[in-house]
Nanobody
């Protein structure tokens, strides 16, 4: 069972930055074999895609709502994927989750999430 642990969330003001981390802890899980994704869920809303990164970082995707403000990266040696979030807006407030793209478009092994709250 792959465990993903997100961290780095917090309460910030609009315009501030945060760096989220997601670490995979399973010695039999070959982290570099999978695309990793970040999602978020705001109160009362459905979970939505934020960003994804291919196995070695050569391909990255972003939701239109975060393009230009968020950068995804990964360190396969540390089994960790990051989400650098700049120019945060109140509408970025959500619980952020990472997950493994087990098959194209299908994600598994969700972490427990990390709360990001952006005040005006």
């Amino acid at each position: 069972q792959v465990q993903l642990v997100e961290s780095g969330g917090g309460l910030v003001q609009a315009g501030d930055s945060l760096r989220l981390s997601c670490a995979a802890s399973e010695r039999t899980f070959t982290f570099s074999s999978y695309t990793m994704g970040w999602f978020r869920q705001a109160p009362g809303k459905e979970r939505e895609f934020v960003s994804s990164i291919s196995r070695f970082g050569g391909s990255k995707r972003y939701a239109d709502s975060v393009k230009g403000r968020i950068t995804i990266s990964r360190d396969n040696a540390k089994n960790t994927v990051y989400l650098q979030m700049n120019s945060l807006k109140p509408e970025d407030t959500a619980v952020y989750y990472c997950a493994v793209e087990w098959s194209p478009g299908s994600y598994r092994y969700w972490g427990q999430g990390t709360q990001v709250t952006v005040s005006r």
